[in-house]
């Protein structure tokens, strides 16, 4: 997919192109790629594959610009309906031979509904394309905002987490114990870890992006905040940059003090690293290459994912009964409602509501 459609009209591109130095259109597919992010971009190509598969095999046809408000409601019908009538009424939802073809070519890989985010992004993704076109689509037509509503409610598929378990404190001991070696990679491992969690839980993009210029040293925290001649504990400031929840000039940034800054410095040190990438991969002779990390810990990778440590810092947060406002802050989250989830089921786990019969 060609970035430079992001900042071209569809329908002016060529001319516009014809008159830009090769330089210039370099320079605009990077800052069109690092204004979407590239996990936005992969996204997007991900959900176009997707659309042109499924109307070709809902259709037999190829997928138009713009599409009609009927095919985007088809569209919504074949991706959010409900299990228990489709038992008794086999053309209910997505017809089987589409199902088929789309599993075999390993675009479906769940059974029963999607989920409403999951078919909310792929309209959008779908949007924004049309967009690129320079073309306008009947996303917010008042039908199909009907349907989505309608269907998310017949469907009443469970949300799901992105990692089924959370890396609370005692599972982040197991993760640093299956690292406690004086290997580089140990040494780095430990390191990502303990400031992936203590950072507020960052997401695996923002860790794999942190780079050295982003740190800043702060001035040193007491350790027994009520006496400030107690021994004090360094502190460093991370630069956030562009999260997914944050643009690059919003100035967002985080500390982390003590323990995790000693684990960054060890790993700093002992790699040599005093700029670029901090995070890297380590190849099986000690070099660093840019290649992606695996885990390690022995944990079910079915129960945890990198995920894990975001929703794991706000558990422990919750526990621990640091007010939500002050842990978000460190976590990043825009959305109160998103964040209380996990002191909500951190209440219901540990309140004695749930222990009403022992």
């Known amino acids: 997919m060609d970035a430079l459609d992001s900042v071209l009209p569809f329908d002016r591109r060529d001319f516009l192109a014809g008159l830009l130095t090769d330089d210039d ?8 790629r690092q204004g979407i992010g590239d996990n936005s971009l992969r996204a997007l190509a991900s959900d176009r594959a997707y659309l042109e598969a499924w109307c070709q ?14 095919l985007l409601v088809k569209f919504v019908a074949h991706h959010l309906w409900d299990p228990g009538k489709r038992e008794t009424d086999p053309a209910h939802g997505i017809p089987d031979e589409v199902a088929t073809a789309l599993k075999k070519a390993g675009l479906l890989r769940v059974e029963g509904p999607h989920a409403p985010s999951t078919v909310r992004r792929r309209l959008s993704s779908w949007s924004t394309l049309t967009q690129w076109r320079g073309l306008k689509g009947k996303f917010n037509a008042p039908g199909l905002r009907s349907a989505i509503k309608l269907a998310v409610r017949a469907s009443s598929r469970p949300r799901r987490r992105k990692s089924a378990k959370a890396v609370t404190s005692d599972v982040l001991s197991e993760l640093l114990n299956a690292c406690a070696g004086d290997r580089l990679v140990d040494i780095r491992d430990r390191a990502l870890l303990i400031v992936a969690f203590a950072s507020g839980g960052r997401r695996r993009s923002e860790v794999a992006a942190l780079r050295v210029d982003q740190l800043s040293e702060q001035d040193p925290v007491p350790v027994d905040q009520g006496n400030p001649d107690t021994a004090k504990l360094p502190c460093i400031r991370i630069e956030l940059g562009r999260t997914k929840t944050t643009q690059a000039d919003d100035d967002a940034s985080v500390l982390i003090v003590g323990k995790p800054v000693f684990a960054l410095q060890e790993w700093l040190d002992g790699a040599g690293i005093a700029e670029g990438a901090i995070f890297r991969a380590i190849d099986r002779w000690g070099y660093l290459k840019r290649k992606a990390l695996t885990p390690q810990a022995g944990l079910d990778p079915e129960a945890f994912s990198a995920h894990g440590l975001r929703s794991g810092f706000l558990t422990e947060a919750a526990r621990r009964g640091i007010p939500l406002p002050e842990a978000m802050q460190q976590s990043q989250h825009r959305s109160v409602e998103q ?8 209440d219901r786990r540990l309140g004695r509501a749930t222990l009403l019969i022992e």
């Open 57 to 70: 095999g809902a259709t037999a046809s190829p997928l138009p610009w713009p599409a009609p408000e009927a």
């Open 25 to 32: 259109v370099e320079t605009l597919r990077h800052l069109a």
């Open 339 to 346: 964040a209380s989830r996990y002191y909500n089921d951190a």
